[in-house]
């Protein structure tokens, strides 16, 4: 434990402690998803109290505890991952039957979003037991406060979470287009050594906007937004973009234009500004394909003026 923390598990217990944390109960609980310092007071007050920990990787949870000034024995610390989720949740069942009180964490953020955790609240309390869930840190809720998303021109708010798209190239391609015609905001997650094949796949969408969490809340954290078709040269531009997790917002589909719009903002742009950035402008404001709208510009370039 750093001395940094001692006030802060100090704190938790005063803080913390007059609360009601009833037994035979599994308590969800929400850890840093980078900067140690996001753990919540009521965190760190319940992983001391806990009887039990279930956790998605033993050892990275026992050197999060250690951080915090918290000590659990190996045998208190109970493994509950992706691949044995639905055998450890009858282990977890067994301590609270017993009248422990078990939290559990995954490896970073909030359980059962994209990490392990919902199956377990689920047969919880399918047994008629309580899960308690104690909020806190998610790439989720971080990247979308830093997107600054609008609703679409639809007037459709809200946001969808999708994390992870698939790994195959045809199965990614198809959820792309998917997302093409999904009128609000997107939620999407991205290991680093795939982050170029997940650029490449986004290109279709052309001018939709795309913010770009990666490293969230730690020291090299970056946030960019990026039109879907310059995510690769973004990437291209340093190759420290490459490393890191990341969490992305596809921000709302732009309103439809009408038929003939696009080609009469195309020509105002045109009249003020060199072609290709009139073309990008107009790509911007009316979502359609920056390549068809060069083609049209090129058109409207060489007809002659109207009267």
Not at 38 to 48: G, M, P, Q
Not at 212 to 233: C, M, W
Request: glycine residues 8%; hydrophobic residues 45%.
């Amino acid at each position: 434990m750093t001395s940094s923390y001692t006030a802060a598990l100090s704190a938790a217990h005063d803080a913390a402690a007059d609360q009601h944390y009833p037994p035979s109960t599994l308590y969800v609980v929400a850890t840093p998803i980078g900067n140690l310092a996001d753990i919540t007071l009521r965190a760190l007050h319940v992983l001391a109290l806990a009887d039990a920990i279930a956790c998605e990787d033993t050892r990275h949870t026992q050197t999060l505890l250690r951080a915090y000034g918290i000590d659990k024995s190996t045998s208190q610390l109970i493994a509950l991952h992706q691949h044995n989720e639905e055998q450890a949740a009858q282990v977890v069942i067994d301590h609270l039957r017993q009248g422990q009180r078990v939290a559990y964490v995954s490896d970073a953020g909030t359980p059962g979003v994209s990490d392990p955790g919902a199956r377990l609240v689920a047969a919880v309390r399918a047994q008629g037991l309580r899960a308690m869930p104690l909020p806190g840190a998610s790439s989720v809720t971080t990247v979308l406060s830093a997107a600054g998303v609008s609703e679409a021109g639809g007037g459709a708010g809200g946001f969808v979470f999708v994390g992870f798209l698939p790994n195959k190239a045809g199965e990614r391609a198809l959820a792309v287009q998917v997302l093409a015609a999904q009128e609000r905001a997107v939620v999407l997650l991205e290991a680093p050594h795939r982050i170029e094949a997940f650029a490449q796949a986004m290109k279709p969408l052309g001018a939709r906007l795309i913010t770009v969490g990666r490293e969230l809340t730690k020291q090299f954290e970056e946030i960019a937004t990026v039109s879907a078709d310059a995510l690769s040269d973004w990437l291209a531009q340093d190759s420290n973009r490459l490393r890191g997790e990341f969490a992305l917002v596809l921000h709302p589909a732009p309103a439809a234009v009408e038929a003939g719009q696009d080609s009469r903002i195309l020509k105002l742009l045109l009249e003020q500004l060199p072609l290709k950035t009139a073309v990008k402008l107009a790509a911007d404001i009316t979502g359609e394909p920056r390549n068809a709208l060069y083609e049209l510009a090129l058109s409207i370039k060489g007809a002659p003026a109207a009267d």
